[in-house]
């Protein structure tokens, strides 16, 4: 089944096929460790997860590289404000980072480079640049000339001109031109900063990208991806910089732009004071609630994060989660891989159509529902392996607390003597402890299997 891909770079749907089908390379920027990550930014990770996961069915080996910028100076800011390294803070969010996404169920990447870890590759790449005249030196710091590469601004459509007559920016008088971007700055004593042939300094933000890029995948890669916010100028600049330093050789053969969150249709932003933590978001719902959710958009349009949103992943999971329960006792051949689902792979394959995806998946809910099988309960669980849902027990997604800790040792020692109550025909004693359930959050179900239990989720 043939993979269909929305290329930002030329603007329309293309049969995906990598330069070596041996060796697919996929980028994608990472996060700027200086403090938790707001759950937009885990749009990206969460979609370009399931993009490797369906290129890994697909392809025999698949490098994906996430990168993590731990050199800017939000992160000084941030140490300055703590009185704390920067090491300190670098280290602390890059592990958090790294815990939240794999909660969201997101695999780690085959490479996680750390620009602090690539300064030489990075000034290699910077000395090429102003040996082939893409580059200049202007009071210790380096600064790419857009003028000198023609093609600047054909990803994000903007014409040089109109940029440098737009530049409403005050301009650094060292720049030739307005839009000419920083490679490397000065650091004073107090900031980090490497020796380099133009004093102590550190990288801009867009060259660490190129540089790595480079070192892990190669000069020309198949996809890099990313927020449609960093379309301009970072990946612009990127751009420019990796065909500059490669003798004009393509850079990234596919650009994959994820669309914007929102929350409640207003933009995410500090100042609004509505930006979400996905660390805080894991505490208080189901973790594969927020996934689906980021999922249920196609990747290219704005999502709209709401608690309605979040209220009605959970209840689709339930849905799911009742159905694989009601299954409970039939037995899928785990020494076989998981069949995937041919419908909903086409979905996918149609530039990564999740919506479709997800609906294809309920259709294979209600299949397993009518007719409960070995083979109808594994297409299910097939299905939501391609999303990265359903990976957990139904019982388990039932008895889990979601904002409260509820006690399941505690719930299984209240429903013993509920049982032993009604043996004895204490209904009085039998319905105290069910409202003593009740208020722990806890709703139980008499059945012909016993009493189950499940926790209220929202
Ligand atoms: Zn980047």
Request: proline share 6%; aromatic share 8%.
């Amino acid at each position: 089944m043939p993979i269909s891909l929305y290329n930002s770079l030329s603007r329309r749907i293309e049969p995906f096929a990598p330069l070596d089908p041996s060796r697919v390379t996929v980028y994608l920027c990472g996060p700027t460790v200086y403090n938790y990550v707001h759950i937009g930014n885990a749009r990206g990770p969460v979609v370009f997860d399931v993009l490797v996961k369906l290129l890994r069915r697909h392809y025999p080996k698949v490098i994906y590289a996430r990168n993590i910028t731990d050199v800017d100076d939000k992160i000084n800011t941030a140490a300055i404000e703590q009185g704390v390294p920067i090491g300190q803070i670098t280290s602390r969010f890059t592990q958090a980072y790294r815990e939240d996404m794999a909660e969201l169920g997101i695999a780690p990447p085959d490479v996680e480079p750390h620009a602090t870890a690539h300064i030489g590759q990075i000034i290699a790449m910077i000395q090429t640049l102003i040996q082939s005249g893409h580059a200049y030196e202007a009071e210790s710091h380096v600064l790419f000339d857009v003028a000198s590469y023609a093609a600047y601004g054909a990803l994000s459509g903007r014409d040089t001109d109109e940029l440098i007559a737009g530049a409403r920016v005050e301009v650094a008088p060292y720049k030739k031109n307005p839009t000419d971007f920083v490679l490397w700055k000065p650091s004073t004593p107090e900031l980090p900063g490497w020796d380099s042939p133009w004093g102590r300094g550190r990288p801009g933000w867009h060259i660490e990208c190129s540089a790595m890029t480079a070192a892990h995948l190669g000069e020309t890669i198949d996809i890099h991806a990313g927020g449609v916010d960093l379309q301009f100028p970072h990946h612009e600049n990127e751009i420019a910089q990796s065909t500059c330093a490669h003798g004009g050789k393509v850079f990234a053969r596919w650009w994959l732009h994820n669309g914007m969150l929102t929350f409640e249709g207003r933009k995410m932003s500090k100042s609004l004071g509505n930006v979400l933590h996905v660390h805080e978001l894991l505490k208080q719902h189901p973790h594969e609630a927020l996934r689906l959710l980021l999922l249920r958009g196609h990747y290219r349009q704005p999502l709209d994060w709401s608690d309605a949103a979040i209220a009605q992943a959970i209840s689709t999971l339930d849905g799911w989660y009742r159905v694989l329960r009601e299954l409970g006792d039939i037995a899928v051949d785990v020494t076989q891989p998981l069949p995937v689902p041919e419908r909903l792979e086409a979905a996918l394959c149609d530039d990564m159509n999740t919506p479709q995806a997800l609906a294809e998946l309920s259709l294979l809910a209600d299949a397993a529902r009518q007719t409960p099988s070995p083979a109808t309960k594994a297409a299910l669980l097939g299905g939501g392996a391609t999303l990265g849902l359903l990976q957990q027990d139904a019982e388990a997604w039932f008895k889990q607390a979601s904002g409260s800790d509820v006690d399941a040792q505690r719930v299984e020692t209240l429903l013993e003597e509920r049982r032993a109550a009604r043996a004895a025909r204490d209904f009085a004693r039998a319905d105290a402890i069910r409202n003593e359930l009740t208020a722990m959050g806890v709703a139980i179900e008499d059945g012909t299997q016993g009493t189950r239990w499940s926790v209220a989720k929202h």
